[in-house]
């Protein structure tokens, strides 16, 4: 599972017009899934994504997890992070898994989210959604398990 994780003040997702998401400081996480992912990486991401420590504190150190604030968190399925360009200009993207695995993967970290104490929404699987992300720093992580 590859993911990039985004600080934000606020962030949604639409669908044809329709807001399905929204949410304010918290973390956008876009989440990428390879055919060999299982439901122990799902629960390991979410628990050190839960767990991140990208917040400031009163110092303006980052020492404070999403949990820390009483964030929440949109996951979003990207299988575009698993795009190869090492042949040509034009992404394959072979290397994602496949949709009868991706989707439940998904929403497994999702729900892994929801039971670290992270308030978590959804983009729609396979659906061409419009994000708007207000990233905040900017602080952006990338991570994979």
């Given at each position: 599972m590859r993911a990039v994780i985004q600080r934000v003040t606020s962030a949604s997702v639409s669908v044809d017009g329709?807001?399905?998401a929204s949410?304010?400081?918290g973390l956008m996480i876009l989440l990428g899934v390879g055919p060999e992912d299982s439901g122990d990486n799902a629960l390991q991401l979410a628990r050190k994504v839960a767990a991140l420590?990208?917040?400031s504190d009163e110092q303006g150190k980052m020492n404070l997890s999403v949990k820390d604030i009483g964030g929440s968190a949109i996951v979003v399925s990207q299988f575009t992070l698993y795009g190869?360009?090492?042949k040509g200009n034009r992404p394959s993207?072979?290397?994602a898994a496949q949709p009868d695995l991706a989707r439940p993967l998904c929403d497994r970290f999702s729900e892994f989210m929801q039971q670290e104490g992270v308030p978590t929404q959804t983009g729609e699987f396979g659906a061409h959604m419009v994000l708007s992300i207000v990233n905040d720093g900017p602080v952006t992580i990338t991570l994979e398990m």
């Open positions: 329709t807001t399905i949410i304010g400081a420590r990208i917040f190869d360009t090492h993207f072979i290397g």
